[in-house]
């Protein structure tokens, strides 16, 4: 932990640049697959109110749990693309590197964080599925 | 732009904040691995095979990542390597995702479709 200079330039082989814009490339893949899923509940979102289904809860409660996905899949998806931007802009130019890494895994860190709610989500969905079982 | 492995950078000269950045986005990938082996160890149990497999595949890349991210702080010598090795990992992570994703959007849509049944 120094305050030198930001490098402008962090040397990186051939081959390790191909990785970078490798990684860059399924960071896009998988926001789009999360777009996908954004558009996916947002289309439930509808149907909830369209067609009338005999939801074992309340409407409002799934409609809120639908709103809610859609914002956080988007979301998601937005800084994994974000974070791809910077990553692509490390192995393609040589203006800040060290800069666009730091920032690259700023916006990555959002992406986990939202991936820590759906896994809190699916670690809750376990164990009811767990107790239904038992019971 | 382009250069070989020999020039590769002992030290990459990160400042505080940057540290900062880093070693959070280590924290948050450590949390998610872990997170991702119970959520793998309750499907197994409850016998959902099929969503456990991607969870217990991508959770040793994203450890991976986030121990190597972590050295690149705690470590000089060998930083540019550590990145490297970072980029890797979570690569193979993302790919894992990818079909977490569509493993889970797909038991989400067949919820949906069984409800009105129900």
Known sequence: ?135 | MVETQDDSLGRIPFNEMECKQLVNSAFWMKFIAILMVVVAVLNLVSGSFVQMLPLLGASPFLWLASRKLNLIVETDGSDQEHLSDTFLNLRNYLIFKAIITIVAGAAFIRFFIMVPSV
Request: hydrophobic share 55%; charged share 15%.
């Open chain 1, 1 to 135: 932990m120094t305050n030198e200079e930001s490098l402008a330039r962090i040397p990186f082989s051939a081959e390790i640049e191909k990785r970078i814009l490798n990684q860059a490339f399924w960071m896009n893949l998988v926001a789009i697959i999360l777009y996908i899923a954004a558009i996916g509940c947002a289309v439930g979102l509808v149907g909830v109110f369209m067609i009338k289904v005999s939801l074992p809860i309340s409407t409002s409660i799934v409609a809120a749990g639908l709103l809610i996905l859609v914002g956080l899949f988007a979301y998601q998806g937005y800084s994994l693309n974000d974070a791809s931007h910077y990553f692509k802009l490390v192995a393609r130019k040589d203006e800040a590197d060290q800069e666009y890494v730091a920032e690259g895994f700023e916006k990555i860190k959002v992406f986990f964080m939202i991936e820590g709610f759906f896994m809190v989500l699916a670690f809750i969905a376990g164990l009811f599925s767990l107790s239904v079982g038992i019971l």
